[in-house]
């Protein structure tokens, strides 16, 4: 069965530089769900969209953005990066619409470090 | 407010030995479902097992085995003569209403590393 795909795996950027996450949910998902995990850190909720309209929003920096596309894959927006955004960043799908549990299926995450 | 808290940062076992790892959670919902999920070092989250809050059943699947007591709020999780395999980061997580776009809240983690 298809998963939640994550693109780049890794990715190295420079301070100041700007980085974009790709996600692709599970076919026919309509939640989309970024978590970011530091090191040794619990994943920290970041942003959700349902149905292509943000739905909840967590502890994102306000030089990260994000949105879902007419496709329902996402992109995560983060710019001016810092050093402390070194991180593994989990995306994660949901069905929420109808009689669901809304469970959510995490892709295999991207890690990104900033030098 | 939710909740969920791993009291155990760091478990240590030598293998063979049953272990188990401790989850409370707080939440004012009536519906609501707990999660455990195993990070290896690889850094993927596996999904282990979900469990509903108006199903107190508690559930076997090999080695694993967790005990869920809405009285204490607790969902606990043993495994059962561990492995080397076993050695990971596991979270437990309580995502809270049925549905909706509710996200899901991790606890610290528990550290577990199983020693030959």
């Known amino acids: 069965a298809a998963g939640v795909i994550q693109s780049p795996r890794h990715l190295i950027k420079e301070k100041r530089e700007t980085a974009t996450l790709k996600c692709y949910p599970i076919p026919r998902h309509d939640t989309v769900y970024w978590y970011q995990q530091g090191p040794g850190q619990d994943p920290q909720f970041l942003i959700s969209?349902?149905?292509?309209?943000?739905?909840d929003k967590g502890s994102i920096p306000d030089r990260f953005s994000a949105q879902q596309f007419s496709d329902y894959h996402s992109e995560l927006n983060m710019s001016s990066l810092e050093l402390g955004d070194s991180a593994l960043y989990f995306c994660?799908?949901?069905?929420?619409?109808?009689?669901?549990?809304?469970?959510?299926?995490f892709g295999e995450g991207s890690r990104l470090t900033v030098l | 407010a939710q909740k969920v808290t791993q009291a155990q940062t760091e478990i240590s076992v030598v293998e063979k030995e049953d272990v188990t790892l401790d989850c409370v959670y707080e939440?004012?919902?009536?519906?609501?479902?707990l999660f455990w999920y195993k990070q290896p070092p690889s850094g993927e989250l596996v999904f282990l097992i979900r469990r509903n809050s108006f199903d107190e059943q508690n559930e076997i699947s090999g080695r694993y085995s967790w005990n869920f007591q809405k009285s204490t709020s607790s969902f606990n999780f043993t495994i059962t003569a561990s492995q080397v395999v076993d050695s990971a980061v596991y979270f437990c997580?309580?995502?809270?209403?049925?549905?909706?776009?509710?996200?899901?809240?991790f606890g610290a983690g528990t550290r577990l590393a199983v020693h030959p």
């Open positions: 939440t004012r919902d009536t519906t609501y479902y």
């Open positions: 969209f349902y149905e292509k309209m943000q739905s």
């Open positions: 997580a309580l995502k809270s209403d049925s549905r909706g776009y509710n996200k899901l809240i």
């Open positions: 994660a799908s949901s069905l929420v619409t109808g009689h669901n549990t809304g469970e959510l299926f």
